[in-house]
């Protein structure tokens, strides 16, 4: 039995962002685990939706940032180069948080990639997990 290698801090943050994309499509369900997406409005079972980013995961700050995730089916997701859903998803953005926060947000995307310590990953991971178990319960879905 060899010892298990250790992840990756990437591999790690990773983890956290597909932790949190869970966490974000469970907090906007109501009580039966339904969402609704925040680019055409289609509602659908928070399983079968995804965690969509209004800036890119490959901007590395914003990655694992909960403000920058909503609930999105998976065709607006694949389709966010497409004008119409992307001005609906900033439409969105705009009314939940202002335009200041997603201009603030936009800002961030120019700074260089944020070097992640490996326990302040973990630790956002061990939040994240709890509060998953959280609203899995609260949906009945344990």
Known sequence: ??????????????????????????????????????????????????????????????KCFEENVHPQCKRCNMLMSDPVINDAYKAFMVDMYGERRVKAMKKITYLPPKKFNRDEVIQFQREIKEKIGQELYRIGDM
């Open 1 to 62: 039995m060899g010892t298990r290698k250790k992840r990756t801090i990437a591999q790690e943050v990773d983890m956290a962002a597909k932790l949190l994309q869970r966490y974000v499509r469970l907090k906007a369900s109501d009580d039966n685990g339904y969402c609704q997406c925040v680019s055409c409005g289609r509602i659908a079972h928070y399983a079968t939706m995804d965690g969509g980013h209004y800036y890119s995961r490959r901007h590395i700050r914003l």
